[in-house]
């Protein structure tokens, strides 16, 4: 545990105990040797005013303390972030180095100089986007980490060969392992990796590494490049002569596949995977339009006075120490109010508790332990579960970023001591939390990481939440589907089974979609008392707040390559 103070100068102020202290002995001493007043009150006096200054001072103390900006343990801050992320793949294994791309018969490109100029030109609409670049041969080489410095990418790009990776092979897959990890891990902006290739790999990694990628919510993006009749080149040891062309039904095999496999996995919310021919008409755009088609857009007034899209916004977290201003603070009140009391109280009471503490040991003992647990914080389950608990209450009073705070903190805290049932309320926490803020993607990312054998309430709560939200986005027939596998959990549910007949007429009439509304879930009581209040916390305001929530949708213009 690392103890930070942000303000030590502010403990200077400890020694103005010093006079403070000389003054109290010299007035303590005049008022015992002047014996004003009846016996009784000089014997409650002579004690009771030296435990009020006792407990005064330690107030002071920790007013200083809480003041100094003390600071151990640690905590996920939300950070506002905006615009998207995307990470560029340069396939720059020899095949690349045909020279089949051009546009008459008299002066042709290579592959790796088209994706070169192609990649220049989609910088120049990405205004807001963070990029990275990503090297790809026998292996994969993050080049140049997320930023938007795009000078440092417009330099790399005309240095693009073979012989920067000295790996033989092209290992595709391995690019956009890469790729994936140059992404910040807690962001939910949009992220989007765009791969410019021919198609050739040499280790077979590409389909199962996009798999995993579009699981994860992450676009991925094949621009071919080349010809699909090919060319003769010249293989990587210098005498080898080779046929290359562009693997264009592979890459549309490669796609299909995927789309397929997360279908059937239950995955409706992972990314899109996508292959375009770099040469065909409007490629450019539908790329762009990928890039920037997901989170939340800024707006702002136009010279019209009406509103439009500027940008695109998520938020970032960020671990930081956990202050501890409020503890001390809480605790200099808890003495200053002491002083008052035991300003009331007669010496028989405070001879009597001493008495059954054991001459005062015991008292020493009680406290030490009170000091530690204050110091050292509360057990590894205790702290999860006040996560989960204070990510609730935030929730409730409609504080999103610090409900995700608690939340994400609680769900580190289950991860490393392998807590599922704490990790599971903790997802699930945080995905009502995303609901809320209107970010789809992310709260159904969140979903559909319960456990299969998760509390079947929240599985229930899980399936009723997607099939809202994809009544929402006008997919009915999946809604049905999904408030038909929550009844079958809780068949007692009014509102799924109002909402299951609600999809099943949208379903059939889609021109009255706007004339209906689906109900939100009213989480009905559980058996356990801490399940029950949980719930109770995250689900009261659900109704209200959500269940006309839409996703917005723009798709730039850019110039076609």
Same mark, same amino acid.
């Given at each position: ?204 990694? #590409? @389909?199962?590494?996009? %798999?995993?990628?579009?699981? *994860?919510?992450?676009?991925?993006? =094949? $621009?071919?490049? &080349?010809? +699909? ?89 960020? #671990? @930081?120490?956990?202050? %501890?201003?409020?503890?001390? *603070?809480?605790?200099?009140?808890? =003495? $200053?109010?002491? &002083?008052? +009391? ?99 993607? *992310? ?119």
């Amino acid at each position: 545990m690392i103890l930070t103070c942000e303000r030590p100068w502010v403990f200077w102020g400890i020694l103005l105990l010093i006079p403070s202290l000389l003054l109290f002995v010299v007035w303590y001493r005049r008022i015992m040797k002047a014996k004003l007043g009846a016996a009784g009150l000089l014997s409650r006096l002579k004690l009771a005013l030296p435990l009020r200054c006792g407990c005064w001072a330690c107030a002071w103390i920790l007013l200083l303390a809480a003041l100094s900006g003390l600071s151990w343990g640690s905590q996920l801050v939300p950070v506002p972030q905006t615009g998207s992320s995307l990470s560029l793949v340069f396939d720059i294994s020899w095949s690349m180095m045909a020279q089949d791309v051009g546009y008459d018969k008299n002066r042709f490109f290579s592959r790796l100089e088209a994706a070169a100029s192609y990649g220049e030109a989609l910088l120049e609409h990405l205004d807001s986007t963070d990029v990275s670049v990503v090297i790809a041969k026998g292996e994969g080489v993050v080049a140049i980490p997320l930023t938007r410095d795009f000078n440092a990418v417009r330099a790399l790009l005309p240095a693009l060969s073979p012989r920067l990776i000295t790996t033989t092979g092209s290992s595709l897959g391995s690019g956009l392992q890469k790729a994936a990890s140059s992404f910040p891990v807690l962001s939910v902006a949009k992220k989007t990796v765009v791969v410019l290739t021919d198609g050739e790999e040499t280790d077979g990694t #590409l @389909e199962a590494e996009t %798999r995993r990628l579009a699981a *994860a919510g992450i676009d991925v993006i =094949f $621009l071919g490049f &080349g010809s +699909v009749a090919g060319t003769d080149i010249m293989a990587g040891d210098g005498r080898t002569v080779v046929h290359s062309s562009l693997q264009e039904e592979r890459l549309a095999a490669l796609v299909d596949s995927v789309e397929q496999s997360l279908a059937a996995e239950g995955r409706r919310s992972g990314g899109k995977v996508l292959y375009l021919p770099a040469q065909s008409l409007g490629s450019a755009h539908k790329v762009l339009a990928t890039v920037t088609g997901g989170g939340l857009m800024a707006k702002e007034k136009n010279a019209a006075g009406g509103e439009e899209a500027t940008q695109w916004t998520g938020t970032a977290y960020q #671990l @930081e120490q956990k202050p %501890r201003w409020q503890v001390f *603070a809480n605790v200099a009140m808890v =003495f $200053l109010l002491a &002083g008052f +009391v035991v300003g009331e109280l007669n010496g028989a009471f405070f001879k009597k508790l001493l008495r059954h503490l054991g001459g005062g040991r015991n008292l020493v003992v009680v406290l030490v332990a009170v000091g530690s647990l204050l110091l050292q914080g509360c057990s590894v389950q205790w702290k999860g579960a006040a996560g989960v608990l204070e990510g609730a209450f935030f929730w409730h009073q409609g504080k999103y970023q610090r409900a995700i705070s608690g939340f994400m903190e609680a769900m580190d805290i289950a991860s490393a001591s392998s807590q599922e049932e704490l990790l599971q309320y903790s997802t699930y926490g945080l995905a009502t939390t995303y609901i809320m803020q209107g970010e789809t993607e *992310a709260a159904l990312n969140r979903l559909q990481e319960l456990a299969p054998d998760a509390p079947s309430s929240l599985t229930f709560s899980a399936l009723y939440n997607t099939g809202v939200i994809s009544y929402n986005q006008g997919k009915y027939q999946e809604a049905a589907t999904l408030f038909r596998k929550a009844l079958e959990i809780d068949s007692a549910n009014l509102d799924a089974k109002i909402n299951l007949e609600l999809s099943l007429g949208q379903n059939t009439r889609q021109s009255s979609a706007s004339s209906q509304e689906v109900i939100p879930v009213q989480e009905k009581s559980a058996d356990d008392i801490a399940e029950s209040t949980l719930f109770s916390l995250i689900r009261e305001q659900e109704q209200d707040r959500w269940k006309n929530q839409q996703d917005q949708e723009q798709t730039p213009s850019g110039d076609d390559y």
